[in-house]
């Protein structure tokens, strides 16, 4: 009986253990995800303002915007005409300029969002081409962005993105010793069956088909105590901060991070199994 009861601890701790580290990994993937969709929807926020000619007609404007959308990179154009860049100005100010004034100092002018997915790392470059491109239009007199700070934000996001890239991979290496070694100190309390079945002509196939089996159930049930947790923490994190994070758009996501964290957890504890069996087969 107390050899039931110390197996069966020894199997809730193994299967603990692989899910508090699964966990941490999964909650790190999260973050990796999350930190590249801001980074991504920051970067496709930016606004780069083509600015038209006073004088330039609604149908050329239109058809300069249908122009600019089709080019490649470009993910949307907004054309804002001088009545309507009035109002806006007027909304800002919180009273009406144009009456003050007398007249309608404001050009019209084309917004212009790229696709990030589709900029080439020598985004610079490709930025500066379409600002040349643009610019020799009829009825455009330029194309105003801030550089400095658009390169600034992008090394930024860069660097982000490759700082918690290496963490991860830190992490994942950290999580197959941990699980490695969970999974040795379970089947050491064993050796002593390994031995007696080595010693009654047992093969060693035979011998490892048992144990290899359960380390696919450790890691099965341990990554998906850990996707369950995984889960809880994003469910906290969303009515605790507001950040949105169950919407239906991460929600493929969030699958491919569950499937990747028990995924993992299987590989990891399958091969540790199998190499500290064979250890202990070849011993005997």
């Known amino acids: 009986m107390k050899n039931k009861v110390h197996l069966w601890g020894t199997h809730g701790a193994t ?36 600015d038209l000619a006073p004088d330039v007609s609604d149908s050329l404007a239109l058809a300069l915007k249908a122009d600019i959308a089709q080019m490649p990179e470009v993910k949307h154009v907004d054309y ?10 007027s909304q800002d100010l919180g009273e009406d300029f144009v009456g003050f004034a007398g007249y309608n100092p404001l050009y019209p002018s084309l917004m212009v969002n790229f696709n990030v997915q589709l900029l080439p790392d020598n985004s610079t470059a490709t930025l500066d081409r379409f600002c040349q491109q643009v610019a020799s239009r009829e009825g455009v007199t330029g194309v105003a962005y801030q550089e400095n700070i658009v390169g600034e934000l992008r090394q930024a996001f860069y660097n982000l993105s490759w700082f918690l890239i290496v963490f991860v991979a ?16 379970a089947i050491y309390g064993q050796r ?8 009654v002509g047992a093969k060693a196939g035979f011998i490892a088909r048992p ?67 064979r250890r202990y087969i070849d011993k005997h």
């Open 15 to 50: 299967i603990l253990g692989i899910s508090l580290v699964l966990f941490m990994l999964g909650v790190l993937l999260v973050i990796e995800y999350h930190s590249y969709r801001l980074s991504h929807d920051t970067q496709e926020r930016i606004t780069y303002k083509v």
């Open 80 to 89: 804002i005409s001088k009545e309507q860049a009035a109002e806006i100005f």
């Open 170 to 185: 830190l992490l994942l290496v950290i999580t197959i010793l941990l699980i490695s070694s969970l999974i040795r100190i």
């Open 192 to 199: 002593d069956t390994i031995a007696t079945m080595r010693l």
């Open 211 to 277: 144990f290899r089996l359960r380390s696919i159930a450790y890691g099965t049930i341990g990554g998906l105590v850990a996707v369950v947790l995984t889960a809880l923490a994003l469910w906290v994190a969303d009515r605790q901060f507001l950040l949105s994070l169950l919407e239906s758009r991460h929600l493929p996501w969030y699958a491919a991070i569950a499937a990747a964290t028990v995924l993992t957890g299987i590989l990891i504890a399958y091969l540790a199994t199998a190499a500290t069996v």
